[in-house]
């Protein structure tokens, strides 16, 4: 059968059509290929892709701030400007937002806990995640939710007291309040610190906690449970070992245990930071393994 030019020229066409398509799945499938999945958000493992070694370590250290903006706050992580990713402020506290700046001198976090009061604990991080905002804060170092065991603990007045269970009560308010309650976009991520057996101030980064399970599970821990689940905190400061648990990874199980159902979505989290840590450091390791060589 003789095809008109017509009918030979369409199907050309749709062959170069049908050609084109593939060549355009091919290398779709083959850039996504490329883009190793660390935390298993698609957004945040492709930025992880784009950067380089120096823009990975940017991230995971302290840096100076231009003393031109420079708010005076407890640390600053430098961002990463080409991939649009802003530097992050970080604040101490509590009570109040402590800078270089004047601030409203909030009631101490045991006065608050003192009143027996969720409201008032809420209001109080209303007023706290406020003022970061205005200073130009974004992860405030707060709330401090220790136990309170030691009548010499120097930073008594900054926790809520020896009772878990109202610690767990004023922390999710607390929380609350100092994120806010935006369905898409929080006002700055509030900070539960120390995790978690840290009742003395002196030689608290060297101090063997002996601290058996039932008592770590039943009242060291459930507060920080509560902040997590109830008010999503996003920051989790200070992860240090006890003697009963030789390592941070098995102290971050015991949380997660804790956790249940949201526990493979903070493993998920922990590994992935953890996968991207030890690249880094083999990278760093291969480059001067290289350079003595």
């Known amino acids: 059968m003789k095809l008109g030019n017509l009918q030979q020229e369409t199907i ?23 883009v190793p999945v660390v935390t298993g958000d698609a957004r945040v493992d492709k930025l992880l892709s784009q950067m380089t070694l120096e823009e990975k370590l940017t991230l995971i250290h302290g840096a100076h701030e231009d003393p031109a903006v420079y708010q005076g706050q407890a640390g600053y992580l430098a961002g990463i ?5 802003p530097g992050l402020r970080f604040a101490d506290g509590p009570p109040g937002v402590l800078t ?33 905002r205005a200073l130009g804060i974004d992860v405030s170092l707060q709330p401090f ?13 900054n926790t ?18 100092t994120q ?9 991520a509030a900070t539960l610190k120390h995790y978690a057996v840290n009742n003395q101030e002196k030689d608290r980064t060297s101090l063997s906690a002996e601290v058996n399970e039932r008592m770590l599970m039943e009242f060291w821990l459930p507060h ?70």
């Open 160 to 177: 809520f007291g020896e009772d878990p269970f109202l610690t767990s009560r004023m922390t999710v308010a607390y929380v609350k309040g």
């Open 180 to 188: 806010g309650d935006g369905a898409k976009y929080l006002k700055l």
């Open 100 to 132: 270089r700046h004047p601030s409203q001198a909030e009631t101490a976090t045991m006065g608050v806990a003192a009143t027996f009061s969720i409201k008032d604990a809420e209001d109080n991080g209303i007023v706290i995640g406020r003022e970061d």
């Open 224 to 293: 920080f449970k509560a902040g997590i689940v109830e008010g999503r905190v996003i920051n989790v400061k200070d992860v240090d070992a006890l003697a009963a648990l030789p390592s941070k990874e098995e102290l971050i199980s015991k949380l997660m245990f804790l956790l249940n159902s949201p526990a493979q979505r903070i493993a998920t989290a922990v590994n992935g930071v953890a996968r991207n840590l030890a690249v880094v450091i083999k990278q760093i390791a291969d480059q001067k393994g290289a350079q003595q060589s």
């Open 145 to 157: 939710v220790n136990i309170v065991r030691d009548l010499e603990f120097g930073r008594a007045y």
């Open 12 to 34: 050309r066409a749709s062959r170069w059509s049908a050609l084109a398509i593939g060549i355009l799945l091919t290398t779709t499938v083959v850039i996504s290929q490329t």
């Open 81 to 85: 400007p080409r991939l649009n990713i």
